[in-house]
């Protein structure tokens, strides 16, 4: 089940996805473009709603530099802390989108 929400936030098993994943047990997730994908906005805007989570979330999320130029740190997370995420993100865009998730878990 936690595949089919992956999709639905952006997540797929081709290399062309828009989400960066960290290999492991359990895989990490990319905070950063989890937000942006479930927003539908940039990466910078994305990084200042991840600075306005609370910080019980944000301590669930260490920072990670993937491979690649010009990388930086980002915060990854768990599935778990992406679902606990996604019930924080404002707008209408991301309700849409978390309905969308919803939709996929039942």
Same mark, same amino acid.
């Given at each position: #089940?936690?595949?089919?929400v992956l999709q639905c936030i @952006?997540?797929?098993d081709g290399n062309d996805s828009k989400? +960066?994943?960290k290999d492991g047990s359990p895989p990490m997730i990319s905070v950063i473009d989890t937000i942006a994908s479930v927003c539908e906005t940039c990466k910078n805007y994305a990084a200042?709603?991840? *600075? *306005?989570?609370?910080? =019980?979330?944000?301590?669930?999320?260490?920072?990670?530099?993937?491979p690649g130029e010009r990388q930086? @740190?980002?915060?990854?997370?768990?599935?778990?802390?992406?679902i606990t995420i #996604?019930?924080?993100?404002p707008g209408k865009v991301a309700a +849409?989108? +978390?309905?969308?998730? =919803?939709?996929?878990? *039942?």
């Open positions: #089940m936690s595949s089919l @952006g997540v797929d989400i +960066r994943v200042k709603i991840f *600075r *306005r989570l609370p910080d =019980a979330v944000k301590t669930k999320c260490p920072h990670w530099k993937f930086k @740190g980002t915060p990854v997370c768990d599935f778990d802390t992406v #996604m019930q924080h993100l +849409r989108n +978390r309905d969308k998730v =919803a939709e996929t878990m *039942r």
